[in-house]
């Protein structure tokens, strides 16, 4: 059965770092992007960032270009989200989500991802 699980959220700082992971289980990443997205109490989720697997193609959403970087480490079936530099406006639950892509790269749209995890939370705050 197809399931991701995220985990690394937590209170930090502003400026501060925290690393996010999405262990997946029930399939080969090699087949899929997996995408970052975050909800923030009162907003619609967005797309963060997003990662095609097979050919290690990302995308980033403006405003965090710079500061977060997607990796993934297809032995551990696990895509990583490293986020620097952290602002307040961060502060949401992240969640990530799986679409079938091999090629090419992949789209910050939330509604061509699905089997979401259950989120994790981030804070931003001093």
């Known amino acids: 059965q197809l399931q991701l699980v995220e985990s690394g959220g937590g209170l930090v700082q502003p400026g501060g770092s925290l690393r996010l992971s999405c262990a997946a289980s029930?399939?080969?990443?090699?087949?899929?992007?997996i995408g970052w997205f975050r909800q923030a109490p009162g907003k619609e989720r967005e797309g963060v960032s997003c990662?095609?697997?097979?050919?290690?193609?990302?995308n980033y959403a403006d405003s965090v270009k710079g500061r977060f970087t997607i990796s993934r480490d297809n032995a551990k079936k696990t895509v990583y989200l490293q986020m620097n530099s952290l602002k307040p406006e961060d502060t949401a639950v992240y969640y990530c989500?799986?679409?079938?892509?091999?090629?090419?790269?992949?789209?910050?749209?939330?509604?061509?991802?699905?089997?979401w995890g259950q989120g994790t939370q981030v804070t931003v705050s001093s």
């Open positions: 029930g399939f080969s990443l090699n087949y899929y992007a």
């Open positions: 989500g799986v679409r079938q892509q091999m090629f090419g790269q992949c789209p910050l749209a939330k509604e061509t991802y699905s089997r």
């Open positions: 990662l095609t697997s097979n050919t290690g193609s990302t």
